[in-house]
């Protein structure tokens, strides 16, 4: 199972969400609208763009300081950039290294 794979259903089993859930279009999804969002919906955000934006080569490890890393960068972004995308939000931000 791949690392995008394995980050969206640890997502999904931690935050609780039913398998009749609404689908997320991470290109309609503004910085104020993520920073507002439920906690459960910020948690299937979160690993799924730290699965987005993992090479297929990395080991299948989930980082958690780079992960808590990311986030509070992409709440500072989004918190000065409302209007702006989450995925041009991550680009921003997202440590890739």
């Known amino acids: 199972m791949s690392l995008r794979a394995c980050l969206l259903a640890l997502a999904l089993s931690v935050s609780g969400v039913a398998a009749h859930a609404e689908d997320l279009d991470m290109t309609k999804i503004a910085c104020k609208d993520f920073i507002a ?8 955000i979160l690993a799924w763009l730290e699965g987005y934006y993992t090479k297929q080569s990395d080991p299948p490890i989930i980082f958690t300081d780079k992960m808590t890393k990311d986030a509070k960068n992409l709440g500072a972004y989004c918190s000065a950039h409302g209007d702006d995308d989450i ?5 921003a931000v997202m440590d890739t290294d």
């Open 37 to 44: 969002a439920p906690k459960d919906h910020v948690a299937i």
């Open 87 to 91: 995925i041009k939000a991550a680009e």
